[in-house]
């Protein structure tokens, strides 16, 4: 079988984008996952990041269970280790892996964790058939993702919708799908799961405190990124557009009544 083109991650790994991923939890990320969780279990968290999220989930599967915390990025993975060394955890091994080609046995995992992955690849059916795989009869993969078409924002400041216009462009020409929250259920079913629970929740920044952090990291983000690079580089926007946009997110974030959240699709995939 031909392995798929592999897509390009939109965001890179620069310090905008980072202080997002650190930010994620199982409370605000995967609170859909919990109930699902037991001591013991083993589970493979496939596009972890820096290990959030993974430290989470070992803890909750505790010292007899097993997490396996899977990167395409041995940079990302290293940034991972040292945090959940921080956390005093021994139960987490690291793996540079592709979800389309898990160097894994099948039926090896209880649980298989994929948060924001799956907008970000080429054959994403593909990618949860090599989930499925892995993951033991009865376990389940849960996968959430966002759904940008649906985010929503107050107040209208014009250049936001640029923004928007823009990210989801951008994702598109690295081969991605950036509405992938709402195709996440279509998806599961194509890639042969019969029983799947779908869900949505969201992201909401309306406090001072959190429009500050979330325009700001946008404001970044939309100046000095891989998305920055690739919007010039094909002349989606050029430097001026993208510095009205940074200015768009920090007049969003000082509005005293501004509100913004982010819808994700969300599947409980049982094998």
């Known amino acids: 079988m031909t392995a798929p083109k592999p897509a390009v991650y939109t ?3 620069q310090e905008s984008v980072l202080r997002s991923h650190r930010s994620r939890t199982v409370e605000n990320s995967a609170a859909y996952l919990r109930e699902r969780l037991r001591p013991g279990q083993a589970v493979l968290d496939i596009g972890c990041g820096p290990g959030t999220i993974t430290a989470d ?3 909750l599967v ?14 990302v993975l290293e940034a991972a280790a040292g ?3 921080g956390r005093g955890l021994s139960n987490v091994a690291f793996e540079v892996a592709d979800v389309h080609r898990l ?4 039926g090896e995992f209880d649980v298989v964790h994929a948060h924001q992955v799956l907008q970000h690849v080429a054959d994403p059916v593909g990618a949860l058939r090599e989930l499925r795989r892995v993951t033991a009869e009865g376990g389940v993969v849960a996968v959430r993702d966002v759904d940008f078409a649906a985010t929503a924002w107050y107040p209208e400041v ?14 598109r020409h690295n081969g991605g799908e950036p509405d992938a929250g709402r195709r996440l259920l279509s998806w599961a079913r194509a890639a042969g799961f019969t029983d799947v629970t779908a869900t949505s929740s969201t992201w909401t920044y309306a406090t ?4 500050a952090w979330w325009g700001g990291l946008w404001a970044d983000r939309i100046t000095d990124s891989a998305i920055a690079r690739t919007a010039v580089a094909q002349g989606y926007a050029d430097e001026a557009g993208l510095a009205r946009i940074a200015a768009g997110w920090r007049e969003w974030a ?3 009544d501004g509100w913004f959240a982010m819808l994700h699709g969300e599947v409980l995939a049982r094998r």
């Open 11 to 13: 965001h890179g790994h």
């Open 57 to 59: 989930l070992a803890e």
């Open 103 to 106: 160097p894994y046995a099948e």
């Open 83 to 85: 945090y959940i060394a």
């Open 254 to 256: 000082a509005a005293g």
């Open 208 to 211: 001072p405190e959190q429009r």
């Open 62 to 75: 505790g010292p007899k269970g097993r997490v396996v915390a899977a990167d395409a990025s041995a940079e």
């Open 158 to 171: 014009p250049e936001l919708d640029h923004w928007l216009e823009l990210y989801r462009r951008i994702a």
